[in-house]
């Protein structure tokens, strides 16, 4: 049971790089989500997507993109890379339906900016 | 005010006390509320998830939901040191499935 996966695990960025963090989740679950984790904080919400070809902004888009062309895979793109993004990102996924569907997180990817 | 509020803690419980985790949140209309546990340097893992008013019990674990005066707990009861970790407290709004987390609970269980 996969689940959701991330990668990768790890990243060191300089300021100005781009880079693309890949979420791929196996339970065909159609809502998919990016949040990031600051030290100490909650997860924020970056981006979502409720279906193949549908993404919406979270609490906190700016300097992100996302697509989702696929039910199964959401990656998240950073294009010009600010020691501010430096954090961890999770990725989620949840059914559709029922009020209490839970979210499935990823392991998490460690992004430094430099 | 935050949307979802909890104490940062940390909460020190000794081991085999109840631990008693704490959630307030600020939209009415909430429809569902979730427990994740986060050990250090790890994912947000789903405890329990509850919707309706009253508790909700699955093994060690209890969730209690009162909405009239929006607040959401968890009780750890036989606390264990591997209950250590941060709690997060979740909740939906009344449309869509995306959740708000508050900023997590550290709870240190002594042996």
């Known amino acids: 049971n996969a689940g959701v996966t991330q990668t990768p695990k790890f990243r060191i960025l300089k300021i100005g790089q781009s880079m693309t963090l890949q979420c791929t989740q196996d339970?065909?679950?159609?809502?998919m989500y990016w949040y990031r984790q600051d030290p100490g904080m909650g997860l924020k919400l970056i981006y979502y997507?409720?279906?193949?070809?549908?993404?919406d902004k979270g609490e906190v888009p700016n300097g992100y993109n996302v697509s989702r062309s696929t039910t199964e895979d959401f990656p998240l793109r950073l294009e010009l890379a600010a020691p501010s993004q430096t954090s961890v990102y999770f990725c989620?996924?949840?059914?559709?339906?029922?009020?209490?569907?839970?979210?499935?997180f990823g392991d998490g990817t460690r992004l430094s900016i430099l | 005010q935050k949307e979802v509020e909890q104490n940062s803690g940390p909460l020190s419980v000794p081991e085999g006390a109840i631990a008693s985790l704490n959630c307030t949140y600020s939209?009415?209309?909430?429809?569902?509320f979730f427990w994740y546990r986060q050990y250090s340097g790890k994912s947000p893992e789903l405890i329990m998830s509850?919707?309706?008013?009253g508790d909700k019990e699955d093994g060690r674990f209890t969730a209690q939901l009162n909405k009239a005066s929006q607040y959401v707990s968890l009780l750890i009861r036989d606390s264990q040191p591997s209950d250590s970790a941060t709690y997060l407290c979740?909740?939906?709004?009344?449309?869509?499935?995306?959740?708000?987390f508050g900023a997590g609970t550290i709870l240190r269980v002594k042996s």
């Open positions: 979740a909740v939906r709004r009344e449309y869509g499935n995306k959740l708000v």
């Open positions: 509850i919707y309706s008013n």
């Open positions: 339970m065909n679950h159609n809502y």
């Open positions: 939209d009415r209309v909430s429809q569902s």
């Open positions: 989620a996924s949840s059914r559709q339906g029922a009020i209490n569907q839970p979210q499935h």
């Open positions: 997507s409720v279906g193949a070809g549908i993404t």
